[in-house]
């Protein structure tokens, strides 16, 4: 009896176990033959045959001749005596004279400055004194015209500082802004005109009235004073809004 219940779970059933003996034979003869196909392809293939790879080895030996390095030159020491260097004729002597040297003839003659003298030598081989004579480049002419502040000028310091007044019409106008002028200051630091760049017509002359009574440090380049122009900016704002 317990034979029989249990027949069926342990046998399997004929028809299944040869389909997938055939599968199995019928994989490996698709594999076998797609290798088979592809190596005959291979080399059945028309075209040059790769070249191979030359391997690495050295054909021939040469011999290279290195230079010698110039060691540097010794350091000297306190003990060493220094070179010697060319007396000049001005140079205070450090050895007392043999003799008395006859005069050359040059004693009293007074050399003419022209430029910056650094300093009096002799002419190798000859007796005669030899004088370096190095000119100076004048400095450039100031400009004429009035330029405007750069690097390497120095701004001016107001000396004289005058608040322009709040003109009534433009109070009673409400009236509020920033007028813009163009200024040109002197070689003395005075304002010499005043020019309206952004104008506010009932704040532009009370503007101008005050600007012209300012009063600078004169404007310095290379040394000389030049004049200048300069924009200046006044915001008018009411007060108590």
């Known amino acids: 009896m317990p034979r029989d219940l249990f027949g069926d779970a342990v046998v399997r059933p004929a028809s299944r176990a040869a389909l997938r003996r055939a599968l199995t034979v019928c994989s490996i003869v698709l ?56 007396a000049s004729i001005n140079a205070a002597p450090i050895v007392p004279p043999a003799g008395i040297i006859p005069e050359t003839g040059f004693e009293d003659v007074k050399t003419q400055q022209v430029g910056v003298i650094d300093g009096v030598d002799h002419e190798p081989g000859s007796g005669e004194p030899r004088a370096a004579i190095v000119e100076r480049t004048p400095p450039p002419a100031p400009p004429q015209d009035p330029i405007r502040l750069h690097s390497g000028m120095q701004m001016p310091r107001k000396l004289v500082d005058v608040a322009p007044v709040y003109p009534a019409i ?29 104008s506010i017509p009932l704040l532009d002359q ?30 008018f704002t009411l007060q108590g809004r």
């Open 31 to 86: 594999h076998a033959v797609v290798i088979s196909s592809l190596l005959v392809a291979q080399l059945l293939a028309v075209g040059p045959l790769p070249t191979p790879r030359r391997p690495l080895s050295f054909e021939s030996i040469r011999a290279i001749q290195l230079l010698d390095i110039p060691l540097p030159p010794p350091q000297r020491t306190r003990a060493e005596k220094p070179l010697e260097h060319a």
């Open 170 to 198: 433009a109070s009673a106008a409400r009236k509020e802004g920033v007028v813009i002028l163009e200024a040109i200051i002197d070689t003395h630091g005075d304002v010499a005109s005043v020019r309206v760049l952004r």
């Open 206 to 235: 009370a503007a101008v009235d005050a600007v012209r009574q300012w009063k600078y440090t004169p404007t310095l380049l290379n040394g000389v004073a030049v004049p200048l122009v300069m924009t200046v900016t006044i915001n």
